[in-house]
Structure formats: structure tokens, C-alpha cells
């Protein structure tokens, strides 16, 4: 129901967008986040955006390099990352959650899609 893309490899300071496009249900209600997670550590949350409304928000980290956006029209929502660095090289997941305030945590997500990888070399 989750369908991440868009991962790749590239260069330090270049840019990526990923796409999660959603089906089998209406999300359009939802809350819906991007995860990473690198080799040995824990998934970390990266942003989320209630779809209903456009709220987002952002880890510090990504905060002024990443947009998280949705299309109501193509049932997809992105992560457009830009200035990528060697520290953002991750498997990322997108997520949903039927609760509708922004939330960070893995377990409040109950719908996940397979991962995407993303590797920055530099």
C-alpha cells in the first residue's frame, strides 16, 4: 500500500526527491512520514506532513534541506532532499499513520513501505 522510490546514488551536495506513492486506501485523512535508517543504527524519523492540512515538520537535522510535499492528485508524497551529505546515506521508509497530528516515533506508524536506499559518496 506504501511504495517508496527514487533512491540512487550520488554525490555529496547533490539532490534527490523520493516518492511514496499510496493505494488501498484513502490517506488523505492521514499522517504520512519519512524514515532512514543506516547500516547499525536505529530508523530515525525524518519528516511528516498531515496530508489533509500540508503541516509538516522536520527533524534538526534535514531542517532547510529537505521538503516533505504531497500530491493529493497522484497519491504520492515526496522528499525532495538537496545539499546531500555522506551522514544522509540511508535505507528510507515512508509511513503512515491514521492520526492526524504530526508524530516522530516509529511505533506511531502503523503502515510502512519497503525502503528505498539512498548512498552519497564523497
Known amino acids: 500500500q506504501l511504495q517508496a522510490s527514487g533512491g540512487g546514488l550520488v554525490q555529496t551536495g547533490d539532490s534527490l526527491r523520493l516518492s511514496c506513492e499510496v493505494s488501498?486506501?484513502?490517506?488523505?485523512?492521514?499522517?504520512m512520514a519519512w524514515f532512514r535508517q543506516a547500516p547499525g543504527k536505529a530508523r530515525e524519523f525524518i519528516a511528516a506532513?498531515?496530508?489533509?492540512?500540508?503541516?509538516?515538520y522536520y527533524t534538526d537535522s534535514v531542517k532547510g534541506r529537505f521538503t516533505i510535499s504531497r500530491d493529493n492528485a497522484k497519491n504520492t508524497v515526496y522528499l525532495q532532499m538537496n545539499t546531500l551529505k555522506p551522514e544522509d546515506a540511508a535505507v528510507y521508509y515512508c509511513?503512515?499513520?491514521?492520526?492526524?497530528?504530526?508524530?516522530?516515533?516509529?511505533?506511531?506508524?502503523?503502515?510502512w513501505g519497503q525502503g528505498t536506499q539512498v548512498t552519497v559518496s564523497s
Open positions: 509511513a503512515a499513520t491514521p492520526r492526524t497530528i504530526l508524530l516522530i516515533y516509529t511505533y506511531d506508524y502503523d503502515y
Open positions: 488501498g486506501r484513502t490517506f488523505s485523512s492521514y499522517t
Open positions: 506532513i498531515r496530508w489533509s492540512v500540508g503541516s509538516t
